[in-house]
C-alpha cells in the first residue's frame, strides 16, 4: 500500500452527509488535432492488454441532460424568438437525460462485469460501490439513474452535502474551502491570451460568431451581435476568473442549443431550426474555449481541483472496486486542466464534457501484483443520447484512453501518485463528516 500524500488527510478528513440513496475494445488513441470529429464507430474496451486485471475504477462524471439554469439564456434583444419552453424545472435532469443515463449505466455494469470488476448479475456488494454527487440536485438524480442501470433494485446509497456551503469538492472555489489570489489568477489566465488579448480571440473566432449570430436571427454588426461587445476578462475576488462576454454568453447559448438537441426537440425547436446537428456541433467550440481560460490554467486548475483529486487519489491507492462522483463539466475541465488530461469524444470539440460524459482511471494489477493506473474518458454521442439508443458491444459510448503527461498509458501507480500529490494544495477547510 502506497504511503498516504501528506495534503490528502485534511483533504479527506470527511466526504458527505449521506443521504438516502436510490436504486437505481477502446483503442488507445492520442488526442485528435482537429476542431472537432465525425461519429466514429467507437470500440468496446476488452480485457487489458497483457493479462493486466482491473481492480478498481474511479470516475467523475458530469450530470445528464437538463434545461438551461435560467429562462433567458442570453441578453433580452440578442435572440430574435422566445427561448423554447422545457417541461422539466430550469437546472434539473430531464426525464429523457434520466433514460439515457440510465442506459449508460447499464452499459457501465456490462463493461465492468466483462472485466471481472463486478459481478454479472445480481447486487454488488454494498461497500463495492460508493457514489457522491455535488450539492446540485441534477447531479444526484443522475447519479441515481446511471445506479438504476448499473444496479437496478439494489440498495446502493448515494451521498452528497446537506448544504451547498459544505459542498467543497465539487465547488471548492465558491465555497472559501480553497484560497486563490484574484490578482495572481489574473495573472495567470492572462499570460494564455493572445497578443491583443480577448479581443483578438473574439476576432480569430469571428466565424464561430458568425454562425452563432445566424442560429440567434441576429444579423452580424447590429446591437444584438454579441461579438460586438467588449471583451476582457472579468476578475474576481477569492475565485477564479470569468472569460467574460461574450464568451461566456456564447458558450451558453451553444451548451442550449446542445441540450435542446440531446433531448431530442423536434429540429425545428432546436436552435429555432437554424442549425442541423454539425453545425451545433461547431458552435460547442465555444466552450473548451471558456475552459482553456476558466479552468485548465495550472494556477486555477490546481485550486479549483485538488479536493476532487485528493478523494480520486485516495480511491485509486485503497477505495472500494468502484467510485462514481458525479458534478459538472466545470469539474471535469479542472481536473483535466491540472494533470493535462486531452481527450475528444466523436461529434464533439476535443475536451470538451459532454452532458454525463466521465473522466476517470483504471487501476490495473499484473501476475506480480505490481498495480497501474489508466486514465480514460467514458461518453455517449450526441445521437446516442438525443434518440436513447441502446448500449451495447455493436453500438458502445466513446471509450478513450488518455495519455498522462509524466506517465506512460501504463503508469506505475506510485508514479500517478507522484504526479497527482505534486499537484495538490491544502485546503482551507475539509469536507463536512459524512
Avoid at 133 to 159: F, M, N, W, Y
Avoid at 180 to 197: F, H, K, L, Q, S
Amino acid at each position: 500500500m502506497l504511503k498516504t500524500h501528506p495534503v490528502l488527510p485534511a483533504l479527506l478528513a470527511g466526504a458527505f452527509v449521506l443521504a438516502a440513496g436510490a436504486c437505481t475494445r477502446p483503442h488507445e488513441t492520442a488526442p485528435a488535432a482537429s476542431a472537432h470529429a465525425s461519429s466514429a464507430p467507437n470500440v468496446a474496451p476488452t480485457v487489458a492488454p497483457s493479462g493486466l486485471r482491473l481492480e478498481r475504477v474511479v470516475m467523475l462524471m458530469r450530470h445528464g441532460v437538463r434545461p438551461p439554469t435560467k429562462p433567458q439564456v442570453t441578453p433580452p434583444g440578442t435572440n430574435d424568438q422566445p427561448w423554447p419552453k422545457w417541461t422539466t424545472d430550469f437546472g434539473e435532469l430531464t426525464a429523457h437525460g434520466y433514460d439515457a443515463v440510465r442506459l449508460l449505466g447499464k452499459w457501465d455494469r456490462a463493461n465492468w462485469a466483462a472485466r471481472g470488476l463486478l459481478p454479472a448479475t445480481g447486487c454488488p456488494p454494498v461497500a463495492d460501490v460508493d457514489v457522491a454527487a455535488s450539492s446540485k440536485s441534477r447531479t444526484q438524480a443522475t447519479a441515481r439513474a446511471l445506479l438504476e442501470g448499473l444496479a437496478p433494485g439494489c440498495h446502493i446509497d448515494v451521498s452528497f452535502p446537506a448544504d451547498k456551503h459544505d459542498d467543497v469538492l465539487f465547488h471548492p472555489l465558491e465555497t472559501g474551502a480553497m484560497a486563490i489570489d484574484a490578482d495572481e489568477a489574473m495573472r495567470a489566465v492572462e499570460a494564455v491570451m493572445p497578443p491583443g488579448g480577448m479581443a483578438a480571440e473574439v476576432k480569430a473566432n469571428a466565424p464561430l460568431f458568425d454562425l452563432l449570430n445566424h442560429a440567434l436571427g441576429c444579423t452580424p454588426g447590429a446591437a444584438c451581435d454579441i461579438s460586438t461587445m467588449p471583451a476582457g476578462l472579468v476578475r474576481n475576488e477569492n475565485d477564479r476568473p470569468d472569460v467574460g462576454d461574450p464568451f461566456g454568453i456564447a458558450s451558453t447559448a451553444s451548451q442550449t442549443f446542445l441540450l435542446e438537441y440531446l433531448e431530442g426537440m423536434p429540429m425545428k425547436d432546436v436552435a429555432w431550426g437554424r442549425l442541423d446537428r454539425e453545425q451545433i456541433a461547431t458552435l460547442l467550440e465555444f466552450h473548451p474555449i471558456k475552459y482553456r481560460y476558466e479552468g485548465r490554467v495550472p494556477y486555477v486548475a490546481d485550486r479549483a481541483a485538488s479536493p476532487l483529486a485528493a478523494r480520486m487519489l485516495a480511491a485509486v491507492e485503497h477505495g472500494p472496486k468502484l467510485t462514481l462522483l458525479v458534478g459538472h463539466d466545470t469539474n471535469i475541465a479542472d481536473l483535466g486542466g491540472m494533470l493535462d488530461l486531452h481527450w475528444q469524444v466523436p461529434g464533439y470539440p476535443r475536451d470538451d464534457p459532454p452532458p454525463a460524459g466521465a473522466i476517470g482511471f483504471e487501476v490495473l494489477a499484473d501476475a506480480a501484483g505490481e498495480q497501474f493506473v489508466r486514465a480514460f474518458y467514458r461518453s455517449q454521442t450526441m445521437d446516442q443520447v438525443r434518440e436513447l439508443q441502446k448500449l451495447d458491444e455493436g453500438n458502445p459510448p466513446s471509450y478513450e484512453y488518455l495519455s498522462i503527461p509524466g506517465c506512460d498509458q501504463r503508469c506505475p501507480i506510485a508514479d500517478f501518485e507522484r504526479i497527482v500529490g505534486a499537484r495538490l494544495i491544502e485546503p482551507l477547510r475539509a469536507p463536512a463528516a459524512k
